[in-house]
């Protein structure tokens, strides 16, 4: 969607010279001319359309405040893509939004956090149906170790979405063909989801993902573990997608949150930085900050 300028780190750190020192995260903080405030994201984070409203997100790992007052909203059936330096919180505040944090013991979130309206966080929240309405995708493919057909079967049998055999075999072959494999995969329904290459893996577990009808799909770094062609395949599906669906993605491709995401926010050590259009961002970035970090003068 965007071009980035030549002068863009590409975030893939074996672009940089290897013999130079990058400054950390707390000395570049020291040195910019423009500082971050608590609370005070720069750019576009609000939007009419919300499907996530969050206002002053804080997330803990016991004492460690991980994410620090937050306030963004995600639109309906946008691609919104986060980035910013490893540590800085991105992971944990995607987590936050399917309640996937939950299972983290030490582990608290405050503020607000809505989906529709609706509190994430109230008790009788049920959160089995809360992660059928918010999908994930991990970094690295999860496959069950049963059939490639089972796999995107799963979902939607322990959701009841499919009283007939007919009926389940028509959720598996459109999810299959959303996630464009389909056509790899068609012959060897039965074969076991393990045997598959990593590429194909990650592809069955967007399937999986897809076939329980999810209004969101949170993204943490898809493509990590893929080569391009296989990264290109994602995209594409990313891409396809967003029409129906409302999309998080977690990338330290710089090229690929300005190829898939129509908004961008750029987090520092816990705060959300600046939120922008991605061609904004990539660009005339607002924030100091946030120009350091695509320029490459940390990572
Ligand atoms: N399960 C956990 N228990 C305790 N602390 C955690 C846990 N997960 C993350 N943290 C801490 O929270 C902070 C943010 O981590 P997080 O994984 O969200 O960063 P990230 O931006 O996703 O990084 P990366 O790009 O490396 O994936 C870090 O200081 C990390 O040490
Ligand atoms: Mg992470």
Same mark, same amino acid.
């Given at each position: ?16 010279? *290897? ?35 969050? !206002?002053?997100? *804080? ?5 460690? %405040? ?57 008790? %009788? ?82 399937? !999986? @993902? ?52 129509? !908004? ?18 990539? @660009? ?16």
């Amino acid at each position: 969607m965007t071009s980035i300028p030549a002068n863009a780190n590409m975030s893939e750190k074996t672009l940089h010279d *290897e013999n130079q020192e990058l400054p950390t995260l707390a000395e570049e903080a020291s040195h910019t001319g423009e500082s971050i405030v608590e609370g005070k994201t720069v750019g576009t984070p609000y939007a009419d359309d919300a499907k996530f409203k969050l !206002r002053d997100v *804080e997330v803990f790992y016991g004492e460690n %405040r991980a994410i620090k007052s937050v306030s963004l909203d995600i639109a309906t059936n946008e691609v919104i893509a986060f980035i910013g330096p490893s540590g800085c919180g991105k992971s944990t505040f995607l987590r936050s939004l399917n309640r996937m944090n939950d299972s983290v013991e030490s582990c608290r979130v405050k503020g607000t956090l809505e989906l529709d309206g609706q509190d994430l966080y109230d008790p %009788r929240q049920d959160v089995v149906e809360l992660r059928a309405r918010v999908g994930m995708v991990f970094q690295k493919p999860n496959p069950f170790p049963k059939s490639i057909y089972d796999n995107v079967a799963y979902g939607p049998r322990i959701h009841g979405l499919a009283n007939r055999k007919s009926d389940l075999d028509d959720i598996v072959e459109s999810s299959l063909r959303k996630a464009g494999l389909w056509d790899e995969v068609k012959d060897r329904l039965d074969a076991t989801a393990t045997g598959m290459s990593g590429g194909q893996q990650q592809r069955l577990c967007i399937a !999986r @993902t897809i076939a329980v009808s999810p209004e969101v799909v949170l993204m943490d770094e898809p493509c990590s573990a893929l080569d391009p062609i296989a990264t290109a395949k994602v995209e594409e599906l990313i891409a396809e997608l967003s029409q129906s669906y409302t999309i998080v993605i977690v990338t330290h491709s710089m090229q690929q949150a300005a190829r898939v995401s129509h !908004r961008t926010a750029y987090f520092h050590l816990g705060h959300l930085v600046e939120v922008n259009d991605t061609s904004t961002v990539f @660009t005339a970035p607002e924030h100091q900050m946030t120009e350091s970090y695509i320029t490459g003068r940390f990572g």
